[in-house]
T-cell receptor, first 107, second 113 residues
């Protein structure tokens, strides 16, 4: 069983829709990261959280430590949000990554 | 600040050749790490370092060596390239480890024929 599971694997939405990507993990963590990777591009950190909720613009990330679950929400999605979104959980010295969720937002 | 830089961007090797992927950061970060990204596999940790002179193995270390003689540089050496090492390689850094924001380099696409 993978330590980090993301769902869905692929997601197609229409511009303006509300998007939710989920991440479940099975190990104790010190922090959870949400990352974004555009096609052919590098990897950018969106959020790092260890409790509660964070918001940057149209992106919101939440984490429930007791349930070992995090969600990434995108409000009013836009075609430029099309990317792979990656969840990673951090222990004391290592990060473990989910396989990513490929999001396509159509105009 | 340049952030995290990686060279080369692309490389083609023949089986059995050796090479070094370079990674440097100018943010005075203690923690540096190397990952490989393969289709359907997600990012997997190869080696990491928590400071100059200290390195440790990750999930997939076989066939790779690292050293950390300075805070800034963390090169990854392929000793004898194999087709199974065809992948995209990312270097990352952070202040002290997984509890901090991670900064990734642009990646190196390696093909071994």
């Amino acid at each position: 069983k993978n330590e980090v599971e993301q769902s869905p694997q692929n997601l197609t939405a229409q511009e303006g829709e509300f998007i939710t990507i989920n991440c479940s993990y099975s190990v104790g963590i010190s922090a959870l990261h949400w990352l974004q990777q555009h096609p052919g591009g590098g990897i950018v950190s969106l959020f790092m959280l260890s409790s509660g909720k964070k918001k940057h613009g149209r992106l919101i990330a939440t984490i429930n430590i007791q349930e070992k679950h995090s969600s990434l929400h995108i409000t009013a999605s836009h075609p430029r949000d099309s990317a792979v979104y990656i969840c990673a959980v951090g222990g004391s010295e290592k990060l473990v990554f989910g396989k990513g969720t490929k999001l396509t937002v159509n105009p | 600040n340049a952030g995290v830089t990686q060279t080369p961007k692309f490389q083609v090797l023949k089986t059995g050749q050796s090479m070094t992927l370079q990674c440097a950061q100018d943010m005075n970060h203690e923690y540096m790490s190397w990952y490989r990204q393969d289709p359907g596999m997600g990012l997997r940790l190869i080696h990491y370092s928590v400071g100059a002179g200290i390195t440790d193995q990750g999930e997939v270390p076989n066939g790779y060596n690292v050293s950390r003689s300075t805070t800034e540089d963390f090169p990854l050496r392929l000793l004898s390239a194999a087709p199974s090492q065809t992948s995209v390689y990312f270097c990352a850094s952070s202040w002290s480890g997984p509890r901090d924001e991670q900064y990734f380099g642009p990646g190196t696409r390696l093909t071994v024929t």
